[in-house]
């Protein structure tokens, strides 16, 4: 019973989204991609091409994700590098930053990702797509990935 409420709620999560200037054209093709897929998108920002700072993109949406106000997050700056490692400066945040669909989806497989990141400068958009809807249809599959995803938590725990 808990697993089918479990794959009817990923079939339409509340995800959030952010970028840079260099990922707003991407950006708004992907928010579009999501919710064609069914999910409710929150837009964290930034809206524009004008130049911004990638932490506060990366920051807002790992806050999001952390505190439960979203299911997921997506972040995509230049190369995705810096906005999934400023999210991942936030506590209970793992964002994987992922240049094909394989390892996307082995980032919820084994990692339990809960926000996935790439950039508008390496991937083109099919690509991008590709690597959403791998994230999004991969279950976590706990066992011996439980153990080491724990372990990985623990390390925020410590000074
Ligand atoms: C912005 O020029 C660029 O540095 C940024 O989008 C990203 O690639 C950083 O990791």
């Given at each position: 019973m808990a697993a089918i409420f479990y794959v009817k709620d990923r079939?339409?999560?509340?995800?959030?989204?952010?970028?840079?200037?260099a990922a707003y054209n991407m950006k708004l093709q992907i928010k579009e991609y999501l919710e064609s897929l069914g999910?409710?998108?929150?837009?964290?920002?930034?809206?524009?091409?004008d130049s911004v700072h990638y932490p506060e993109f990366g920051e807002k949406v790992g806050r999001a994700v952390?505190?439960?106000?979203?299911?997921?997050?997506?972040?995509?700056?230049?190369?995705?590098?810096?906005?999934?490692?400023?999210?991942?400066k936030v506590h209970g945040v793992r964002a994987a930053?992922?240049?094909?669909?394989?390892?996307?989806?082995?980032t919820k497989e084994h990692?339990?990702?809960?926000?996935i990141a790439f950039g508008e400068r390496i991937v083109g958009i099919e690509t991008a797509k590709a690597i959403c809807?791998?994230?999004?249809?991969a279950e976590f599959?706990?066992?011996r990935h439980e153990t080491r995803v724990q372990m990985m938590m623990d390390i925020e725990m410590r000074p």
């Open positions: 079939a339409k999560m509340k995800l959030g989204i952010g970028n840079d200037h999910h409710e998108v929150v837009d964290y920002g930034c809206h524009s091409t952390a505190n439960g106000e979203v299911d997921g997050g997506v972040l995509i700056c230049g190369t995705g590098v810096g906005i999934s490692m400023s999210a991942n930053v992922c240049s094909e669909p394989v390892t996307a989806r082995l990692n339990n990702a809960n926000i809807k791998a994230w999004l249809d599959q706990g066992g």
